[in-house]
């Protein structure tokens, strides 16, 4: 059989995005990567929404899919700064520390700064990430 093509709807169904109880944070409610969390469960664009037989399996099999972080982040041994944002909308509380703990190195640094996904909220907030991660890395001698 050759590869063919299929829709998944409703990629950004995660009940974090609406109900702020669930994985608390500073995070804005409703609210994904994508905005609105209805109007993106209804769209066109999100994660993984076309799809072929192949990509399917590359992104989400259990067992088989590349795209999981613990198996490579189990082999990384370098110093390790992981800062999230506390109010992030799309990587919840949870999530970065099941990150960071599959870091295998012994020198390792979780830390949480305020911001959004992107550091864009508040304002200054990328100028802080920048500051703590040049005074991460004098530290380390890196």
């Known amino acids: 059989m050759t590869d063919r093509l299929f829709v998944v709807q409703r990629t950004w169904a995660d009940l974090r995005f609406v109900d702020a109880t669930l994985d608390p ?3 804005v409610v409703p609210r994904c990567y994508s905005g609105d969390p209805k109007r993106a469960n ?14 399917w399996l590359s992104m989400w099999s259990l067992e088989d899919s590349q795209c999981q972080a613990a198996p490579h982040l189990a082999r990384l041994h370098l110093p390790t700064l992981l800062l999230h944002p506390t109010a992030d909308e799309g990587v919840f509380p949870s999530d970065a520390r099941k990150l960071f703990d599959a870091v295998a190195a012994r020198d390792k640094t979780f830390e949480t ?10 304002a200054g907030a990328r100028d802080a990430v920048a500051d703590r991660i040049a005074g991460w890395v004098e530290d380390h001698g890196c």
Do not use: C, Q
């Open 113 to 122: 700064m305020p911001g959004d996904h992107y550091f864009l909220e508040p």
């Open 42 to 55: 209804a769209g066109v664009f999100g994660i993984g929404v076309l799809n072929t037989l192949r990509t």
């Open 25 to 27: 944070s500073d995070r």
